[in-house]
């Protein structure tokens, strides 16, 4: 039974609806991977991080590293509570969870 | 684990492929067995043997299929959206195959998780 | 809809997952609501346990009077009236994204069952395997 | 000089900003033309609604009519201000405005 | 009135490429002139002489070689974003020929107005 | 960068139009940045007057400090270092996109005027073939 989903956002939460419709819609409990443009979500100080901020102690929130420094946004600090992980820890998130369900 | 992947994007275009590439090299890498690589809507573009990009960019066709060999990974390109593309034999990289949707469904069932890559 | 020779070697393994499809795009704009739904079929086609879900933009797909003649495209929608033979009975529209489209059950082609945000959370959350997205 | 513009817009406005960024940037006397996912704007009562009539003052406002038939929206009352045009009349808006922007 | 024509998305995955030909079309009817149809990003894909819709589906790569043929357009694909999409001569639909980015701005400077049709 | 090839036949006929590039995508996650970028240039060497304007998830294309080698794939920002030298130094940035994104022209990889959406309007008004979108 699954429970525990995972959830992935690669789109930018300015640009689209993906990550407002996640956060709609993500049981309690569950994990949310930000991924590719979906990344920007995870920036402290910008117009959406209060929208993620108020899911924060009833979601787990990653975001991709690679994708992070990709877009120039390494040393920019993040919203509190994000962890960051690789290929490798999105894998184990994966494996971790009983099914992951990707907004496009 | 078992983890089925499915690309839903054509490369370059979109960084679905790489990053579903990526994440199966990963995956791999930490003994997870993959026990088949769906190409559905424009992903199919992925085995596409003609695709030449600039030198200093990465080919994403010659990494699936060199990744592919290398763990025996089942490369399936959906007949219908392949089709509809103009994605046939002929152009199909190695290590890529053609065959039905139900390829995708059967992966779903038999695998412990279906991984998503899209746009 | 599917061709036939899409069924050859139909699954024989007898497991039976819960398959959820999530449609959040509009139709005709991109082919992706088209090819999602050659993906419900087949699944539906393999005994599994499907589910279909309307949300966002998704709700159009199953908006009434589709005519497509005039963008020259063939309309895929009607197809959504075959679920039924499929034995795909489990779809559900979010109210709120009907809401705000200014839609109702009424403007939809096929029966649903519009359920709120609260509801749609315990249904998605309850599956296998999701495509769509 | 192009000084009067005709802004195309291909995308619902429920899923993307690109309808907004339109509205915002659009300067006053410019005409905006809906097609695609982008007639969704043109249907009145919607959410979006309001924010499109705020500018009906200062642009004009066309849709086109075979995309809103595709979408099952031919008897859905529109905004007030709309014209709908067929592709022909896509043709006239592109010649008598000075050029095009397409917002995708 | 001179009218050059900029096609940004592949046939089938977006409305742009179906929207493009119908606005062609009814702009050759309305008598104006299209110096050139130009093909860029995953608008190359519209040349692919492959491409095999269902058969009750339209076929946007004939639609295109016809209207060519019939008004003598010159329908160009962009190299270097077809050389990465594995678009080659061998693959290309009567009536397109494949040439470099500076075509686009010509007609750019050329026509009386761009229309670009994208996602 | 183009290949050297792109310019064979470079255009000869006088003529100058103002080319305006609208940039409202973020980089890496789609291609056309990168493409829309190659347009930029070839406008430039064809010696025609061109603008191009960072708008919405566009001002991210110059943001500082962009490694992409973690994704493996080329980063193509550093050719916007390029564009002096292809004399094109028309470069504006919506404010407003800025400051929703928390950022500043300080985090921006090469010089650019900040610009209201007031004038970012009248900027873009006046212009004769609009790319990119």
Known sequence: ?104 | MKLGILVNEGPFTHQASDTAYRFTEAALAKGHEIPRVFFYHDGVNNANKLSEPQSDDRNLVKLWSELGEKHGLDLVVCVAAALRRGMTDELLAAGFRISGLGQLIETGIEADRLVVFGD | MPDENEFEGEYQGGTVKRFLYVNRRAPHGTIYPHETLEMVLIAAAFDQDVTVVFLDDGVYQIKKDQDTKGIGIKNFTPAFRALDDYDVEKLYVEKESLEARGLTAEDLLVPVEVVSTEELREIMAEQDVVLGG
Chains 1, 4 share one sequence.
């Not at chain 1, 443009?37 to 929130?61: I, K």
């Not at chain 1, 990709?70 to 600090?77: I, M, N, V």
Request: contains cysteine.
């Open chain 1, 1 to 104: 039974m699954a429970s525990r989903m995972l959830h992935t956002v690669n789109k930018s939460p300015f640009e689209r609806n993906s990550l407002n419709s996640c956060l709609r819609l993500a049981r309690k409990g569950s994990a949310v991977l930000l991924i590719e443009d979906g990344v920007y979500a995870a920036v402290a100080g910008t117009s959406v991080a209060e929208r993620v901020s108020e899911r924060m102690a009833e979601l787990s929130f990653y975001v991709l590293g690679p994708d992070v420094a990709a877009r120039g946004l390494g040393g920019a600090p993040l919203i509190e509570g994000f962890r960051v992980v690789d290929y490798d820890g999105f894998v184990d998130l994966v494996a971790e969870h009983d099914a992951t369900q990707a907004w496009l």
